[in-house]
């Protein structure tokens, strides 16, 4: 009996320390310019995900970096400890850091466009119960322009 109640103790510790699920990027949405400056200019966006897992995650330690047409656009990062509700979508407010030159380079040549190819590559220590693994973040796409009109109202 001893050795049953400690198999099902060690079962239950095993299935509560299963790795997470990897989160679903749905979208990128209110995408508004915070500060500009003439070498760098501080975007606001908010990420919409999606956590499959049937428990609550948190995230922290967040890096990307952020390619428009492949070329490199800025980047971000998030140094605080966000929870993620399960089985649920959620907003991801990020703040991106972008060379002002290249960005506008990069609006002028996309505004005859209707979409951009839309690339973002980092990591992100996910975890539950203050276990936290380093997962990667890529993710590509093709993003409506219309979508981004906010961002050209400068």
Known sequence: MRILAILAVGA??????????DLEFIDIHNVK??????????????????NPNSQRVQLKDAEAAIYVNTE??????????ITVPKKDTFNLPLVI???????MSKILESL??????????????????GVFLTYPIRYEGIQKMKDLEAM???
């Open 33 to 50: 310019m915070l500060r500009w400056g003439l070498s760098e200019s501080l975007v606001g966006i908010n990420a919409r995900f999606y």
């Open 12 to 21: 239950l510790l095993a299935a509560s320390c299963t790795k997470p699920k």
């Open 112 to 129: 005859s466009d209707s979409a951009v190819a839309f690339r973002v590559e980092g990591k992100v220590k996910m975890g539950k119960s």
């Open 152 to 154: 050209y109202k400068l």
């Open 72 to 81: 490199y656009m800025g980047n971000t990062q998030m140094d605080s400890v």
């Open 97 to 103: 850091k972008i060379k002002t030159v290249t960005a």
